[in-house]
């Protein structure tokens, strides 16, 4: 019965503790609320806390960096030029008991920061030129060619580069923040996260841009088209001059082999002339005589001398009637 009467207590002892103990990690901070009122001091430090069950509350903010993301909008700039406008921003909350007093959560804080940051937004960039909001600086575009000069020339119609976006966006931050102090919000960074033109100026830009990369691509075909024309030039002359280079020193290897056969056979024919004659002779009548040949000679012809049989002074003799 002792053991019985023990165990209520201890139950009734571990659920006022389990559920007035709670844990703060370095990325919260905790406001105590009793009956819905904030009491004591908001606690920021990590580690183990106590509380009175039931009737206090722990309520538990993030003590890190918060993101808040702009709705894109259209929004004219100083020269009457309409653009989408796309911001973001980066938030923390530095004083979590003033915090849950204002916007009690952070879909509260959202609704705030969206009231503050937006019309600031539309404030400075109808406030400015598009140059002013496009560039941070009037440093020279990272262009080349014919893109440079046509930069160079939009550079001067849309003017110089007074502020820049930098300047603007901590613009943007200085008129805001002071708005954000009453919510226990500070905020941390504002940037513009995209530009872009409305679809009626988009077109225009597009067939610009279009009409600048197909002048470029032109230039540089051209000039590629320039240098393979010297390249084939090159080529033709290299050829020729390799070509009559090689028909020179074939025809001097020619004419020297030539040279060495007529010496050759001159000296072989030299030993011999009436075998020369006779050699000479028959290869005229191979060339010049077939079966459907027909030649009619005087028997003196020296023609035929080979056909005339021996003679006194060589193989062969003259033809006379006597010989019949």
């Known amino acids: 019965m002792k053991i019985k ?13 389990f559920t007035g103990a709670y844990v703060i990690d370095e990325t919260e901070q905790v406001v105590i609320t009793q009956f ?16 009175i069950p039931i ?9 890190n960096l918060l993101e808040w993301d702009g709705d894109p909008g259209q929004v004219p ?28 959560n952070v879909m509260g804080a959202q609704a705030r920061l969206d009231d503050i940051i937006d019309p600031a937004v539309r404030n400075f960039i ?9 560039r941070n600086s009037d440093r020279e575009l990272d262009t080349f060619e014919v893109g440079l000069s046509q930069a160079k020339e939009e550079e001067r119609t849309l003017g110089d580069v007074t502020t820049g976006r930098g300047k603007i966006t901590k613009g943007i931050m200085a008129q805001a923040q002071p708005k954000l102090e009453g919510f226990g919000i500070e905020l941390v960074d504002v940037q513009i996260k ?27 075909r051209s000039e590629g088209e320039g240098e393979a024309r010297i390249i084939e ?63 009619l000679l005087s028997t003196d012809s020296d023609f035929l001398k080979y056909f005339k049989g021996y003679g006194p002074h060589g193989p062969y003799k003259k033809y006379s009637p006597d010989n019949n």
Do not use: C, H
């Open 36 to 51: 819905g009122k904030s009491i004591g001091k908001p606690k920021t430090a990590p580690g183990l806390y106590f509380k």
């Open 77 to 104: 700039t100083l020269d009457k030029t309409f653009i989408y406008v796309d911001t973001f921003a980066r938030w923390k909350i530095v004083d979590p008991l003033k915090f849950f007093e204002t916007v009690n």
């Open 233 to 295: 030039g090159n080529r033709d002359k290299e050829l020729k001059k390799i070509t009559s280079e090689a028909y020179k020193t074939a025809q001097e290897i020619s004419g020297k082999a030539d040279a060495e056969s007529t010496l050759i056979y001159a000296q072989a024919y030299e030993k011999d002339p009436d075998f020369y004659s006779f050699v000479k002779s028959l290869d005229v009548y191979q060339n010049t005589m077939d079966n459907k040949s027909f030649l």
């Open 5 to 17: 009467a023990l165990i209520i207590p201890i139950i009734i002892i571990a659920i006022i503790i």
């Open 194 to 220: 995209r530009l872009n033109y409305v679809e009626q100026v988009q077109k225009s830009v597009y067939a610009r841009m279009i009409a600048e990369r197909k002048q470029i691509a032109e230039k540089f």
């Open 55 to 63: 009737i206090q509350q722990a309520n538990f903010f993030p003590k």
């Open 126 to 134: 109808t406030s400015y030129p598009l140059i002013e909001t496009v």
